[in-house]
Structure formats: structure tokens, C-alpha cells
């Protein structure tokens, strides 16, 4: 019996009660549409954006892991961080703006933003500590970049947390 045959016969001998059976039923019909579009669309190899080869966006993505591992410190300089990770700067910039959206600095930048933010909501550091944990050592730099990176200054955003009941016992997390 063919896949398809095989999907068909599933969906005739439903072995399930409602509200299951529908489920069940939703599932073979979206496995038959989607076994259906196979077979008449064509075929495209998986590729990389921006003409990257598999290696050269895996590479990348280390680069991104190398960024990350440490957000209290700048990254490494375009040249350094090519060299790590085997591939040229222009290739590295372009390959990490077309996989990630944005430049290598922008995007350490943005992720250490998202890290103060959750170390705010964990409540465990002031403002001060915060910034020095990302790697400000002015907390006010720090403030400018918070304040450009949410619309809101850092002071503004942990009282309307303790407003909102959030603290380090809380798991909830605000969106």
C-alpha cells in the first residue's frame, strides 16, 4: 500500500472518540494535503541566505555562540572574530546581518539589553549592579542604551515591575 493509500485507510477506521476523532481526523486530512503538495511542487534544495555555503553559516552561527558567551564584554573586533571562526570579515559581516538581521555590534548590543532586562526581572541587583554585569561601567551609558533600546529608563522599567508584583520569587515573566 502506497504512503498515501496508507493515510486514507487511517482516516477511514478513525479509532478515536470525539473530541479526539476530530483531531485525529484534522491531522490525516493536513498529512494528505501536505503528501498531496509534495508531489507537484517541486522540489528545493535547503541553501543559505546571502550565497552562504552550509560551512560558512555554521561558522557564523559560532561566531554568534563566541558574541553570546560573554555579554559583560565587548565582542571581539571584526578581524578577531574571523579568524576564530575560518572565514573573511566581509563574509562574517554579511553572512551575520543576512542570518541574524542586524550587524555583529548592534545584535551584542541588543542581547545585553534582553540580559539586563531579565536580570531586572529577576530582582536580585540594582541598576548600578546591572549595568555592571553587562559590561557598562557608567550607568548611565547604560541608561541611554536601555532607555533606545525599550523606550523606557531602567529606573521606570524596575518600578513598574514592583508595581506589577514581579520579583525574584515570581516566575512570571512580563511581556
Given at each position: ?64 555562540e563566541i558574541i553570546l558567551a560573554d555579554l559583560s564584554t565587548p565582542p ?49 541587583l540594582n541598576i548600578c549592579g546591572i549595568a555592571y554585569a553587562v559590561g ?40
Open positions: 500500500m502506497t504512503p498515501l493509500g496508507v493515510v486514507l485507510q487511517q482516516l477511514m477506521q478513525n479509532p478515536y472518540d470525539s473530541p479526539l476523532s476530530r483531531m485525529f481526523a484534522e491531522s490525516r486530512a493536513l498529512d494528505l494535503a501536505c503528501r498531496a503538495l509534495d508531489s507537484v511542487m517541486p522540489r528545493q534544495t535547503a541553501c543559505c541566505p546571502a550565497g552562504l555555503s552550509a560551512q560558512d553559516a555554521e561558522r557564523i552561527h559560532y561566531a554568534r571581539p573586533s571584526i578581524a578577531d572574530l574571523a579568524r576564530k571562526v575560518g572565514v573573511n570579515e566581509k563574509k562574517l559581516k554579511d553572512g551575520f546581518k543576512s542570518l541574524f538581521g542586524n550587524t555583529i555590534f548592534a545584535y551584542h548590543r541588543t542581547e545585553r539589553m534582553e540580559y539586563a532586562r531579565t536580570l531586572m526581572i529577576e530582582g536580585e557598562y561601567a557608567n550607568p548611565s551609558h547604560f541608561a541611554r542604551s536601555f532607555h533606545t533600546q525599550f523606550g523606557i529608563n531602567p529606573g521606570e522599567y524596575m518600578r513598574s515591575l514592583r508595581k506589577r508584583g514581579y520579583h525574584a520569587n515570581n516566575p512570571n515573566i512580563p511581556q
